[in-house]
Antibody
Framework: QVQLVQFGAGVKKPGASVKVSCKAS????????INWVRQATGQGLEWMGW????????AYAQKFQGRVTITRNTSTSTAYMELSGLRSDDTAVYYC???????????????WGQGTLVTVSS | DIQMTQSPSSLSASVGDRVTITCRAG??????LNWYQQTPGKAPKLLIF???RLQSEVPSRFSGSGSGTDFTLTISSLQPEDFATYYC?????????FGLGTRLEIK
């Protein structure tokens, strides 16, 4: 069965970086893009970016440009999201999600990781 | 960025009720619209994709409709496990924006 298991939670100091990993299993990793979405406590969902495991191509939300780097390791079927210059408002649960195309009708996130809490505090 | 506006932001209903949640996009997004359900402490779960396609293993009491800018999610007969927060999401263009959510509570 398809699973995305995340690692890398923790408390970080302002200005530090955090790297969260997302290990995929149960499907061909290279065939599906991995997206990253975050959610501050009690707030909505915010898309951060994606990586194509096949090509390594990425796209990022303008809001995070210059601070976020999404990569992948095809040999371990793992995607990574690194966020630098952490601020208190980066405190959130970070999710990875597998994306699937439905022809030309849409693109959707059908499997999600369990989420990883990153707390930014001095 | 495409703004997604959901209404209502919260809703109280009873088991067995029929409820409808609406989502409006700031510009036409064809059918690039998905719906997710989230319960506290859990990751979102995909319910509907391409505006009206039911995800595998999602109960048939959930349905979606719409195209262009206006979309709806309908739950035909609420069950206890349906009390959750629902989000719409556009995947027409990046950034893939979500609505602010509709919290469905037990009356």
């Amino acid at each position: 069965q398809v699973q995305l298991v995340q690692f890398g939670a923790g408390v970080k100091k302002p200005g530090a970086s955090v790297k969260v990993s997302c290990k995929a299993s149960g499907y061909t990793f290279s065939n599906y893009e991995i997206n990253w979405v975050r959610q501050a406590t009690g707030q909505g969902l915010e898309w951060m970016g994606w990586v194509s495991p096949h090509s390594g191509n990425t796209a990022y939300a303008q809001k995070f440009q210059g601070r976020v780097t999404i990569t992948r390791n095809t040999s371990t079927s793992t995607a990574y999201m690194e966020l630098s210059g952490l601020r208190s408002d980066d405190t959130a649960v970070y999710y990875c999600a597998r994306a699937t195309y439905y022809g030309s009708a849409t693109y959707y996130f059908d499997y999600w990781g369990q989420g990883t809490l990153v707390t930014v505090s001095s | 960025d495409i703004q997604m506006t959901q209404s209502p932001s919260s809703l109280s209903a009873s088991v067995g009720d029929r409820v409808t949640i609406t989502c409006r996009a700031g510009q036409s997004i064809s059918t690039y619209l998905n719906w997710y359900q989230q319960t506290p402490g859990k990751a979102p779960k995909l319910l509907i994709f391409a505006a009206s396609r039911l995800q595998s293993e999602v109960p048939s009491r959930f349905s979606g409709s719409g195209s262009g800018t206006d979309f709806t999610l309908t739950i035909s007969s609420l069950q206890p496990e349906d009390f959750a927060t629902y989000y719409c999401q556009q995947s027409y263009s990046t950034p893939y924006t979500f609505g602010l959510g509709t919290r469905l509570e037990i009356k």
